[in-house]
């Protein structure tokens, strides 16, 4: 785990499913295990798509036309940039790929980090966040979202089980990200009223207007729709507010601009830490892709 932290100064369906699918078999292409939940907003599931002929997709079908996007959020952005295709599929058409190992681990983790915060400072030991991670583990590890992240097939019976080692391996692995946190960071050392903030939605509507560049804000005026806006949303992990450190530039700036505290913005990163060994070039790309 690694944290990445910036500071800033002061569609309707032809068939319907009564019931939560829990698996289908894809032999046609692999034997890619596929879940699916039956949803009440109509989006096409993958237990949708599983049942057309051939298991291709005909748009027509479903949206009579492309949907607009209505909001942009940073992982959303990303899979547009990484493929257009799939941010099309499960944005725009709302066919969204299963919850991964990767993406359970990082929700868990994050919902551990989140209330290590609410116990009193000297309580913010290891121990305590390793057993928050377990805690909100074994309250849903059977839900529907992931109860399937560990089923294999038995070779005997055909019939899936849950692999219990492979459980246990990944919630070490968990673990271990969690100690790696409390390297770069100790939470018992972090004084009131810090943080802020925590897992807080924030969002701002940007001008479409390209004369006032792509991160030009335009006032909102209750009841005045003065010219094209759009949603960018998202979550910040933590909010604190610290000290500006001391630094030479202070020398050259009015006691009028001077800023002494500063918002910091820190960001959990579940993930691979990023391997910064190649030209300051490749590098700079690497850390603008991962923070």
């Known amino acids: 785990m690694f944290a990445s932290v910036r500071s800033f100064q002061t569609k309707p369906l032809h068939r319907k499913l009564s019931r939560y699918v829990k698996s289908y078999t894809v032999r046609s292409y692999s034997s890619t295990q596929v879940y699916a939940k039956s949803t009440k907003n109509k989006a096409l599931t993958y237990a949708d798509i599983l049942e057309l002929e051939d298991g291709v997709i005909n748009p027509s079908m479903y949206w009579p036309e492309i949907p607009q996007p209505k909001s942009l959020s940073p992982s959303s952005a990303a899979e547009f940039k990484a493929c257009p295709q799939s941010y099309l599929f499960q944005y725009l058409y709302g066919i969204r790929q299963p919850t991964t190992l990767a993406l359970a681990r990082g929700r868990v983790c994050h919902s551990a980090l989140e209330e290590i915060f609410e116990v009193q400072q000297s309580e913010r030991t290891l121990d305590n966040l390793q057993n ?21 097939e038995d070779e005997e019976t055909g019939m899936l089980i849950r692999n219990i080692e492979a459980e246990r391996k990944w919630g070490q692995e968990a673990l271990g990200l969690l100690q790696n946190y409390f390297e770069l960071e100790d939470p018992s050392l972090i004084p009131q009223p810090n943080p802020l903030e925590r897992e807080m939605w924030v969002q701002a509507k940007l001008t479409l207007n390209t004369n006032k560049g792509s991160t030009g804000e335009t006032p909102v005026i209750e009841n005045v729709d003065t010219e094209p806006r759009f949603l960018v949303r998202g979550i910040v992990d933590r909010l604190d507010f610290v000290a500006v450190p001391p630094s030479p530039r202070r020398s050259f700036v009015s006691e009028e601009e001077r800023q002494d505290y500063a918002l910091r913005i820190v960001d959990y990163k579940t993930g691979k830490s990023p391997d910064f060994k190649y030209s300051p070039a490749t590098n700079i790309r690497i850390a603008n892709e991962n923070m």
Request: no cysteine; net charge negative.
């Open 132 to 152: 928050l991670f377990r805690k909100n583990w074994s309250e849903s590890r059977m839900t529907d979202e992931y109860v399937h992240l560990f089923d294999t």
